[in-house]
């Protein structure tokens, strides 16, 4: 290894708009199994249709309309 390195010309990534953070989530057990289903008959991890569901809702600004009857 070098003793020191020339950053002068460096450069911010660029996707860290896009790295993901781990969070801890409660999610109801046929919840999950419906996104294993849709994983299973897509091909795509259930984990990331779970964050393009959400990401779809954040991006479209969706509202969650909620009525006890």
């Keep these: 290894m070098r003793e020191e390195y020339d950053f002068t010309n460096a450069r911010k990534?660029?996707?860290?708009?896009?790295?993901?953070?781990?969070?801890?989530i409660n999610i109801d057990s046929d919840t999950i199994q419906f996104?294993?289903?849709?994983?299973?008959?897509?091909?795509?991890p259930y984990q990331t249709l779970i964050n393009l569901y959400l990401s779809d809702c954040?991006?479209?600004?969706?509202?969650?309309?909620?009525?006890?009857?």
């Design 35 to 44: 996104f294993k289903n849709m994983a299973n008959s897509s091909g795509i």
């Design 58 to 69: 954040a991006a479209n600004n969706r509202q969650l309309h909620i009525s006890w009857n």
């Design 13 to 24: 990534n660029p996707y860290t708009q896009k790295l993901k953070k781990q969070i801890t």
